[in-house]
């Protein structure tokens, strides 16, 4: 049984085609990534019904929305969409915006829903079972509150909420409406730095506890390095690639590994903090790395980004070095990542792999070769994902 959402959307914009045919996990956050302009909001408006494409094919959970002579229109697809700006009802307390997204989830089912086209019999749900999870309660508001953190703002009128505020009812709003999908449209845009990191930790939370597929549209790296599992890379309307996000971020051909800020992420488990020099260690495949702070109690799982500009090499592992984090790599590709640096993809332990960016010159001094074994010096380690548990949380009702 096939679970990945198929999606196919051709249309004319402005100054281009929309033109992509992709298959991606039906669980987790994929990101649609790209530069302003590139036609991600209108995929995701594709998605949501909003625009229209003559050219379409959408299935999700083994329904079709849209193919040829099959039409779900728009208010009856089960869709959580969330926009740049809350757009909150002005008139309605904290609670009523929440409840006004719950009375969308009493739509009917896809299967009463559907719309012929062209005289051509309407798709089939080859579970034979409505669109609607019926082994999946909804959320509750008090659910959704408390995973928002926004119980205490209940009784509050939009214009006494701040940026961040507004922007977590709006998504309670959509969660509320029990959707199939969740769709964020660069929810992060509009807010400052510091709302922005006060809100990532909540997303983070979404993404964790949610069983629904969630479809995220930005362009900034920080957001893919926090949120993603899997990206999409768009440009012009045409998908240039896509994949799990520590492959891509490691492939050498692909855009990510040239941006400035390109690196890798590893899975790291907080192993124990050492209070006399306020550290944490974390467990990684390959090693430990050592991070300032008390990050988590031992066993919580994070995610940690490896900048490749803070990662050096050497054929020994330094003992006399102020550099604390040093772990034994092996060379699998080198190539080059502009005209005077090359990137380096490297094994680490059994089932991991990190990327370094080097001087061109350094590369020959060393006459480094594919294959040979050598040590990372990891200059730096930043922690992208905060999360304080000991395993995965049990997925809520969605």
């Known amino acids: 049984m096939n679970k990945a959402i198929q999606i196919r959307f051709q249309t004319p914009l402005e100054h281009f085609t929309l033109d992509v045919d992709i298959s991606i996990p039906a669980t987790g956050v994929t990101i649609l990534f790209g530069p302003s302009g590139c036609g991600k909001t209108t995929l995701l408006r594709c998605i949501a019904g909003l625009h229209p494409a003559k050219h379409a094919h959408l299935r999700i959970n083994n329904n079709s929305w849209q193919a040829e002579g099959v039409y779900l229109p728009a208010h ?100 509320l ?25 909540y997303l983070e939370q979404l993404h964790a506890r949610l069983s629904i597929p969630i479809i995220y549209v930005t362009h900034a790296i920080s957001e893919v390095e926090s949120l993603a599992d ?27 590994a040239h941006f400035t800020n390109a690196g890798s992420l590893l899975d790291a488990v907080v192993d124990h903090y050492d209070e006399e020099y306020d550290l944490t260690a974390f467990a990684v495949d390959g090693g430990t790395l050592t991070v300032p702070g008390n990050i988590g109690l031992p066993g919580a799982q994070k995610r940690i980004h490896l900048s490749a500009s803070h990662i050096s090499l050497s054929r020994t592992a330094a003992s006399d070095s102020t550099i604390v984090n040093i772990l034994p790599v092996t060379i699998l590709e080198i190539s080059p990542a502009d005209k005077a640096q090359c990137n380096i993809r490297l094994q680490l332990g059994d089932h991991s792999q990190i990327l370094a960016r080097i001087t061109r010159r350094s590369k020959d001094q060393l006459a480094l070769q594919c294959g040979e074994q050598l040590f990372a010096q990891i200059k730096g380690v930043s922690l992208v994902k905060r999360l304080n548990s000991h395993a995965h949380p049990a997925p809520l009702g969605l």
Do not use: C, W
């Open 76 to 175: 009856q697809r089960r869709v959580g969409y969330v926009f740049q700006e809350p757009s909150l009802f002005p008139h309605l307390n904290v609670t009523r915006n929440l409840l006004f997204g719950q009375r969308r989830s009493y739509l009917p089912s896809q299967n009463q829903s559907h719309q012929r086209i062209d005289n051509k019999s309407p798709a089939h749900n080859d579970n034979k079972s409505p669109q609607r999870n019926a082994n999946k309660s909804p959320l509750s508001l008090d659910e959704v509150s408390q995973l928002l953190g926004i119980s205490h703002l209940l009784q509050r009128m939009p214009e006494h909420l701040s940026g961040g505020e507004k922007q977590r009812v709006a998504i309670g709003r959509a969660l």
């Open 177 to 201: 409406s029990n959707p199939e999908i969740l769709l964020m449209d660069e929810p992060l845009s509009a807010l400052d730095y510091a709302t922005k990191a006060e809100i990532i930790p």
């Open 230 to 256: 899997h990206i999409v890379l768009l440009e012009k309307g045409k998908v240039t690639a896509q994949g799990p996000i520590k492959e891509m971020l490691l492939d050498l051909s692909a855009p990510l």
